[in-house]
């Protein structure tokens, strides 16, 4: 079994729906963080969490929402989708502290149309 | 966190070593530098990382220049699973802000 686990892992929707995506691990970290990616680019944070407490907006927050239910489940939520939502999502975990290499999911891929 | 450069792609022919370059000028004393890669269909998966000594795992070999300016990862037989997307990252020892910045990395390719 899949240390990080999203799901789902393709959704396609209508623009204005609400969309949740989930994530799971079962790695024990502390902390985890939710990405994006567009073809051909890099990954851009959304929102992170260092524990069950802490929620903290990430380079490009606007339109999202997050919500760290326990140490292992992570959800990111779109209240009302729009297509240039449409990307590929990434959650990820890491153990803490600066050195600390990060472990991703496999992504979840939602297209709006 | 400093920022990072690499070449856009890469090519390398299978069973042969693969030198994958990255500078960063203005690394910090407490920077680590990281390397991910990702498989196509893929997330990013975490590959190596160092602070100023050269560093080896079962995946690679990182070489860190002296004055911490620049490093390379070393692939040191390519195979043709290697071909994936290579990036960079510097992270902050004492870091509890902001987090790992992906630029667009390196496209390897690996001919047979």
């Known amino acids: 079994d899949a240390d990080v686990t999203q799901t789902p892992r393709n959704r396609i929707t209508k623009t204005g729906k609400r969309i949740m995506l989930e994530c799971s691990q079962t790695?024990?970290?502390?902390?985890m963080y939710w990405y994006r990616q567009d073809p051909g680019l890099g990954l851009r944070l959304i929102y992170y969490?260092?524990?069950?407490?802490?929620?903290n907006k990430g380079e490009i927050s606007d339109g999202y929402s997050v919500s760290r239910q326990a140490q292992a489940k992570f959800s990111l939520s779109l209240e009302s989708a729009i297509p240039n939502q449409t990307a590929l999502y990434f959650c990820a975990t890491s153990p803490g502290g600066g050195s600390q290499p990060q472990h991703f999911g496999d992504g979840t891929r939602l297209s709006i149309l | 966190d400093a920022k990072t450069t690499q070449p856009n792609s890469m090519e390398s022919n299978e069973e042969e070593p693969v030198h994958l370059p990255c500078n960063h000028s203005t690394i910090s004393g407490t920077d680590y530098i990281h390397w991910y890669r990702q498989l196509p269909s893929q997330g990013p998966e975490y590959v190596i990382h160092?602070?100023?000594s050269n560093v080896n795992n079962r995946m690679a070999s990182l070489a860190i220049a002296e004055d911490r300016k620049s490093s390379t990862l070393i692939l040191h037989r390519a195979t043709l699973r290697d071909a994936a997307v290579y990036y960079c990252?510097?992270?902050?020892?004492?870091?509890?802000?902001?987090?790992?910045?992906f630029g667009p990395g390196t496209r390897l390719s690996v001919l047979p």
């Open positions: 790695k024990g970290h502390d902390r």
């Open positions: 969490s260092f524990d069950v407490k802490d929620i």
């Open positions: 990252i510097l992270r902050r020892r004492d870091n509890y802000g902001q987090n790992f910045v």
């Open positions: 160092g602070l100023t």
